[in-house]
């Protein structure tokens, strides 16, 4: 089903919000029929879990985070960020899920952990959340949600007054429009987001030592817990195959690099 005209026109408008407008740091192409062929490989068999205590979290998360740290210095100067340092949280529940907060801190829920086989595995998750906030990821996501929201309210009131509409249809047509508006604020920028954080990633990984091809099992893992492996506007990440042909182009061009620092996207 296709959206209503004030919609069509809200998606439109993302154009103005700061998350339609690029990366700062060159991402790897990656085509549909690359994406495809990469679905076509994830396993489509239950995910094996492994229970651990947590005190092997919370000392894999010290550990990691002593090798990701000792050199992250330079690539918190090529993104000319001024907070380079990280405080990582182990929450001891079963939410799949990991996030970059404000002020660096880094919280790893127990439930992604036990996915993860290898504390390899688990370092790609913890640098994929430091390039979160080496990007500045953040502090453009709030911008784009609380711009998203005046934007969504301005055209869905605009349109309902126009329709002819009461004060009163058109106050409610405004405050979904402010809801939906910053929805996709918030969508706006999470792929390439994403995809920018998968890089930094590969980055703090290789210049930490990490065999960056045994951490290629994550996004395999990842992707079987996204339940989809197709994109769409609706998305709140890349898909899951599309970040595993991501992540193998990474590999190759942090081997390839000279200095083991990202490619800014030229002004």
Not at 190 to 210: M, P
Not at 242 to 250: C, G
Request: with cysteine; charged share 20%; net charge negative.
């Amino acid at each position: 089903m296709f959206p209503s005209h004030p919609a069509r026109a809200l998606m439109v408008a993302c154009v103005l919000l700061p998350g339609c407008g690029g990366t700062a740091f060159e991402l790897p192409p990656v085509t549909d029929t690359e994406a495809v062929r990469a679905a076509q490989e994830i396993p489509t068999t239950p995910l094996p879990r492994y229970m651990r205590d947590n005190g092997f979290y919370r000392g894999a998360i010290r550990r990691i985070a002593a090798d990701l740290e000792r050199d992250v210095g330079p690539v918190c100067a090529r993104a000319k960020t001024s907070l380079c340092e990280f405080h990582f949280h182990f929450v001891a529940d079963d939410e799949a899920n990991a996030f970059a907060d404000e002020g660096g801190h880094i919280y790893l829920h127990r439930g992604i952990l036990e996915y993860l086989e290898t504390e390899t595995q688990i370092a790609a998750v913890m640098a994929h959340e430091m390039g979160h906030q080496i990007a500045g990821h953040y502090d453009e996501s709030k911008a784009s949600v609380i711009l998203g929201a005046l934007i969504g309210g301005l055209i869905m009131g605009g349109a309902a007054v126009a329709g002819g509409t009461t004060q009163a249809q058109a106050n409610e047509q405004a405050a979904q429009g402010m809801g939906l508006g910053g929805q996709i604020g918030r969508l706006s920028y999470s792929k390439e987001q994403e995809r920018e954080a998968d890089l930094l990633a590969a980055y703090l990984l290789g210049r930490s030592g990490y065999d960056m091809r045994a951490a290629s099992k994550t996004f395999e893992v990842l992707a079987r817990l996204d339940e989809y492996a197709t994109s769409s506007w609706k998305d709140t990440h890349p898909a899951g195959a599309e970040r595993m042909v991501a992540w193998r182009k990474a590999i190759a061009e942090v081997e390839a690099s000279s200095d083991m620092l990202p490619r800014m996207v030229a002004n």
